[in-house]
């Protein structure tokens, strides 16, 4: 079964600071699409980041930045420059190539401190 | 604008009855999906429709149940069999495609009473 995990319930970073958030996931496919998402308060779901397996390059929006290890079977969230507004739950989700439904891990609560 | 409506957004139940949650859509998605929300449990898929009047169960289907009669609209009903259904609902949309993101509505918190 593909599965997805965030190993750190709970993280916390200065203003101004950078943070990583971990993912890994399962999965015997060679083709697929992962995402970040971020859920404030408002539990509005917000998306962050997306990366194609396909894909060499990092892929990178503004402040947020992933690293992706293929063969590791990981994907972390950079968060460069932290800001107050950052402060959020932050969910990794998985796509598989046959475009079915979205594979959530169980998030990370990052507090973002002034 | 386009996007997804969910309603209501704070519903009660109470014990042995059944209750349904409303999704709209206006984006022109073909798939619509279902998950919960329970602390410390991430999302977990419900249902989930490619087209209309064809829908799969996720890994928590049982005690839920769904239609898809228009393409616009994904509703669903939390039924008596359900035996701990108070949570947070969220339906979501997507291009049927492999490579898109899905769009989110802003969920309905369900208590039971």
């Known amino acids: 079964a593909q599965t997805v995990t965030q190993s750190q319930p709970e993280m916390s970073v200065q203003e101004a600071e950078t943070v990583t958030l971990s993912c890994t996931y399962d999965?015997?496919?060679?083709?697929?699409?992962l995402f970040w998402y971020k859920q404030p308060p408002s539990r509005q779901m917000i998306l962050v980041i997306r990366q194609e397996a396909y894909k060499q390059q990092n892929a990178t929006e503004n402040r947020f930045s992933v690293n992706f290890q293929k063969a590791a079977k990981s994907f972390s969230l950079k968060i460069s420059d932290s800001q107050l507004g950052d402060a959020a739950m932050y969910f990794c989700a998985y796509k598989p190539q046959a475009g079915t439904a979205l594979i959530f891990g169980k998030g990370t609560t990052l507090s973002v401190s002034s | 604008d386009g996007g997804i409506t969910q309603s209501p957004k704070y519903l009660f139940r109470k014990e042995g009855q059944n209750v349904t949650l409303s999704c709209e859509q206006n984006l022109n998605h073909d798939a619509m999906y279902w998950y919960r929300q329970d602390p410390g449990q991430g999302l977990r898929l419900i249902y989930y429709s490619q087209i209309v009047n064809d829908f799969q169960k996720g890994d928590i289907a049982e005690g839920y149940s769904v239609s898809r009669e228009k393409k616009e609209s994904f509703p669903l009903t939390v039924t008596s069999a359900q035996k701990n259904p108070t949570a947070f609902y969220l339906c979501?949309?997507?291009?049927?495609?492999?490579?898109?993101?899905?769009?989110f509505g802003q969920g309905t918190r369900l208590t039971v009473v």
């Open positions: 979501a949309s997507s291009i049927k495609s492999r490579n898109t993101e899905a769009f």
């Open positions: 999965t015997s496919e060679s083709d697929y699409y």
